[in-house]
């Protein structure tokens, strides 16, 4: 039962799925979103430090 | 000098590691979860689902497990023990490594609040699989609700059907189009995705999210309301800096014995939780868009099975 996309379809579909996450994170973060695991993981952890040094608190 | 978040995803992988190799069922969910599954999110905390069968020897673990020399404590007050029988009622336990700057939070979970299948079946390597981190993620907080579809569009892009629960971005609903695309018995499961195509997707999809949030902030109030009692009781105990983990446990484990029913939510009713959200829905949303809500008994079933 998983669905195979048909690549015109995915293609599309990848467009709507960046778009979303532009409206609901931002340029920057999309970008991010769809890095590699490893890039996106390095930018979180940069995300991070960089906010405990500025003496963000958070939740 | 604060820890890394290098340091801090090194400590909580290392932790999972020595808890599974111990025969601890557990796995890494929520903010640290969403970046593996490509939503990134920067959290200091570490919120892990633990099987309640394993709760014991999670508790010996932690009791060892050191962060630059300190072992743990229990984080705040209001925090019930890390003990099976209220870990199968819903109940959450909290721990903190508090010294000079080096921080580092656990949240612990018996039950994944409003997962609608075992968790325990579906990790992916050190985290809860997509499906259950998603649903953990509707809760009465705006900010949660695009990680909810970022992860259900990445299910969908994947394959995996099941991402077409967790989309709640109109757009991308009608871009996936599950009215045409989706399997019977989903749409079954969430009448709305019928609507993709029709224009009375807006209102029906913001009454789904209103009901989802209305859940949540009464299944809130009702743990709030059944922790006063220990919250009183444990507050006399005035229990000294450096008291060993082990200590604080006991303690705990006597307040709520006493003072912390096990499951309150069963207690409550799920019937009376639907109905008193259906009820403050009704508030605030027209009857129609409120005729496609979906059917969240299948979220509520594994409280006490």
């Not at chain 2, 045409?180 to 209102?203: C, N, Q, V």
Request: proline letters at 6%; glycine letters at 6%.
């Amino acid at each position: 039962r998983k669905i195979v996309w048909p690549p015109a379809v995915r293609r599309k579909l990848r467009r709507a799925i960046y778009d979303f996450h532009v409206r609901a994170f931002g340029e920057e973060m999309a970008r991010v979103n769809f890095l590699p695991l490893k890039e996106r993981r390095r930018y979180v952890a940069e995300m991070y430090d960089h906010a405990v040094r500025k003496g963000v608190k958070f939740d | 000098m604060s820890l890394t978040y290098a340091e801090l995803e090194r400590f909580y992988e290392d932790l999972v590691a020595r808890a599974r190799s111990r025969g601890v069922v557990c796995a890494i969910t929520s903010g640290m979860a969403c970046v593996a599954f490509g939503v990134a999110q920067s959290t200091q905390d570490c919120d892990l689902l633990c099987a309640p069968d394993s709760t014991g020897k999670l508790l010996d673990l932690l009791s060892e497990t050191k962060l630059e020399g300190h072992p743990p404590d229990y984080r705040g007050r209001m925090t019930p023990p890390l003990d099976a029988r209220w870990f199968r009622g819903g109940w959450t336990s909290h721990f903190a490594w508090e010294r000079l700057g080096s921080e580092a939070y656990l949240d612990i979970f018996g039950l994944a609040p409003r997962g609608s299948s075992p968790w325990e079946a579906e990790i992916r390597g050190f985290y809860a699989g997509p499906h259950t981190v998603a649903e953990m993620k509707r809760t009465n907080r705006a900010k949660d609700w695009p990680f909810v579809t970022a992860i259900g569009a990445r299910m969908l892009a994947a394959g995996d059907p099941r991402g077409w629960l967790h989309i709640y971005d109109e757009t991308l609903l009608r871009a996936f189009d599950g009215a045409a695309h989706a399997p019977e018995d989903l749409l079954k499961r969430r009448p709305i995705l019928e609507l993709a195509k029709d224009s009375r997707l807006r209102p029906a999809l913001h009454a789904e999210i209103q009901f989802w949030h209305e859940l949540d902030r009464i299944r809130l109030h009702i743990y709030e309301r059944a922790v006063r009692p220990y919250w009183t009781a444990l507050r006399k105990s005035r229990l000294p800096s450096g008291t060993p983990l082990a200590v604080q446990h006991a303690i705990r484990v006597r307040c709520a014995e006493n003072h912390l029913p096990v499951d309150p939510l069963r207690d409550y009713g799920v019937d009376r939780l639907m109905a008193e959200a259906r009820e403050a829905l009704a508030q605030m949303v027209h009857p129609s868009a409120a005729a496609w809500l979906p059917d969240v008994r299948g979220h509520f079933k594994l409280y006490s099975e």
